[in-house]
């Protein structure tokens, strides 16, 4: 935490509305915020809160279709609300920063990392293209990336999410700027790599006196890196304090809400009988992109009205076991049973039947579902290709199943999934599922987008579906909170090798593999003190590998 100085962020009675159609409807209600120079405020609330509206006017920026009707926006003494166009085009890169939750949405795919670090500062005039690539390098190291002096010269698809993360970080600083605004930057990384990007941006915000607003829905996260807390709902201030006054005695209902999430987990269920055949059995999988394997002698099994989650960080093989059990990706050896019948490797060679038996449940349902096509007929097309419905039948089953999953039909069968929240949209995904009556599901980080309210209603709705209708889970996560809601026995998975199998109860008791030990312990804790002493423990540099190397 950062000492802090004057007064640099003001805003007062700030009021932003959306249009929808010709309606003009609010966003944020009167919020105000102040942050001084060398501060970082933390911004959270669920989905729909406001946050990152609020987060970005604090730049003087709305999105499309929004716009601030009331209030002040003060920069440094200057009125962002009155400046004009140039005068905010001299700011923004120069002396306040963004940077965004998905990175690799962020970076141009056809230039290099160090190219487009280079670009603001030579147009601002801060530094020629030639001391901006050396700065760049340095900010590289300063920020742990590996290989900092040629890390730059590769394109963002060449870099993990987590060293794209700290790009687009080192991007943001390359100015040096006054402000930053953090929106996500960690929701999609998994622990080992989010702990190496939480040290880097606070490392990096210390040594500069940046200030900061960091948006985040992850309180055990927010407390690590903010010294004051303000919570949001529906626009709405609900709350703000100091970060440890807040951690230990929020005031306000909502907010103790917040704190007290993810209190939903299901009993361990009883062993499975041995001679009882899996409804999926991953057998011996070897798989390669290219000529290079990625999964080695992979084996598990999955059996009926079960959750098997399958954790792991970034590489380590979670999805692309999921794109062998699916046929997107045959394996080079082994093979995939359904029922203890063996599958066609390849998705093409399925008959229809073994198609509909396994289905999958995307990560970002932003891009899994077509803005352009109406809910019913999302939900529609497999019913109709699976089940051979049409025309009325077609329609009650569809409204069958938005009933399932708790989105009333009359209000939901005629929107667009742009009309919906991220909650709802990945109901849309599971109803979408549910529509060919499966009896496996591979559940990909189904909620590591989501707030911890939405994502625990998500995560009860899974639970009840699975007890209804008897079905079986592949659950992808790297949130071991999940994996404690939801599972019955977990896969962990590093560099395409199974290190460890098991029941939930054995999972999270010792003794465990190093690589186990490693991901328990770098989930973060609601104690603002977390993170350091994390660090100080494990003597490191480099979080990642060099832990486990110490470790093992």
Sequence with gaps: MSDTGELLVEMRGIHMEGRSDETWNPIIKGVDLTLNKGEV???????????????????GFTRDGVRISQGSVMFDGIDLLAASADQKRALLGKRIAYVAQSAAASFNPAHKLIDQHSEAPVQHGVMSRTESEQDGMELYRKLRLPNPEQIGFRYPHQVSGGQLQRAMTAMAMSCRPDLIIFDEPTTALDVTTQIEVLASIRDIVEQF???????????????????????????DEVEEAETREMLSNPQQDYTKSLWAVREFQRPQKPAVLTDA????????????YGKVDVLHDVSFDIHEGRTVAVVGESGSGKS??????????????????????????????RNKDQLRQVQMIYQMADTALNPRTRIGDIIGRPVQFYGGLTGKDKRKRVEELLDQIELPAAQYFDRLPSELSGGQKQRIGIARALAAEPKFIICDEVTSALDQLVAEGILRL??????????????????????????????????????????????????HHAYTDLLLSSVPEMDPDWLTNLLTERG????????????T
């Design 320 to 349: 692309t076991t999921a794109r062998c059990i699916t046929g997107l990706l045959p394996p080079r050896l082994g093979q995939i049973e359904l029922d203890g019948q063996v599958l066609p490797l390849d998705y093409r060679k």
């Design 277 to 288: 055949t899996p409804v999926i059995s991953v057998q011996g999988v070897t798989a390669a």
């Design 41 to 59: 405020l933390g911004l959270i609330g669920e989905s729909g809160a406001g946050k990152s509206t609020l987060g970005l006017a604090a730049m």
């Design 462 to 511: 899974l639970a009840r579906l699975q007890d209804d209708l008897k079905l079986s889970y592949m659950f992808i996560t790297h949130d071991l909170a999940t994996v404690r809601s939801i599972a019955d026995e977990v896969v962990v998975m590093k560099d395409g090798v199974v290190v460890e199998q098991g029941p939930k109860t054995d999972m999270f008791k010792p003794p």
């Design 209 to 235: 006196g940046t200030a900061a607003i960091y948006i985040t829905h992850d309180l055990a996260v927010v407390a690590q890196m903010a010294d004051r807390i303000k919570v949001l709902l529906k626009g």
């Design 540 to 551: 490191v540099d480099n979080i990642g590998d060099a832990a486990v190397d110490k470790m």
